[in-house]
C-alpha cells in the first residue's frame, strides 16, 4: 500500500524558508518521477516541482521564480522541497507524489501539508 506522508509546513512572514520533506513506502521510489504539488481552497492540484527517477533533471512552475530546490534520496525514499524567500502566493497546501506531467495517475494523496506565508 502505497502511503506518502507529507511534514515541514507552518507558518512564516513573506521573505521566509521551510523545508517540507515526503516520506514514502509501498512502491519502488527510485524508479518513480516525483513531484511537489500544491492545492489551493476549491482549486485543482498545480505542480510545483518535479524531479526524475534518478534525480539529474528537475523542473520548477512558473510561480516558483528561481526559490525552490527539489530533492531526493533514493535509498531512504524521500523528497524534499527547500523554499527560500516565500510569498504569500506561497499559501497553500503541499503534497507530495508520483509526476503525471506526461501521463499515469497520481497514486492516493497523503494529507499534505499546510504552509502558510503572512505577516
Known amino acids: 500500500q502505497v502511503q506518502l506522508v507529507e511534514s515541514g509546513g507552518g507558518w512564516v512572514q513573506p521573505g521566509g524558508i521551510l523545508a517540507l520533506s515526503c516520506a514514502t513506502s509501498?512502491?519502488?521510489?527510485?524508479?518513480?518521477?516525483m513531484g511537489w504539488y500544491r492545492q489551493l481552497p476549491g482549486r485543482q492540484f498545480e505542480l510545483v516541482a518535479s524531479i526524475t527517477a534518478g534525480g539529474q533533471y528537475t523542473d520548477y512552475g512558473v510561480f516558483v521564480k528561481g526559490r525552490f530546490t527539489i530533492t531526493r534520496d533514493n535509498v531512504h525514499n524521500t523528497l524534499w522541497l527547500q523554499m527560500n524567500e516565500l510569498e504569500p502566493d506561497g499559501t497553500a497546501v503541499y503534497f507530495c507524489?508520483?509526476?503525471?506531467?506526461?501521463?499515469?495517475?497520481?497514486?492516493?494523496w497523503g494529507q499534505g501539508t499546510q504552509v502558510t506565508v503572512s505577516s
Open positions: 509501498g512502491f519502488e521510489f527510485s524508479e518513480r518521477a
Open positions: 507524489n508520483r509526476d503525471t506531467s506526461y501521463g499515469g495517475v497520481p497514486f492516493s
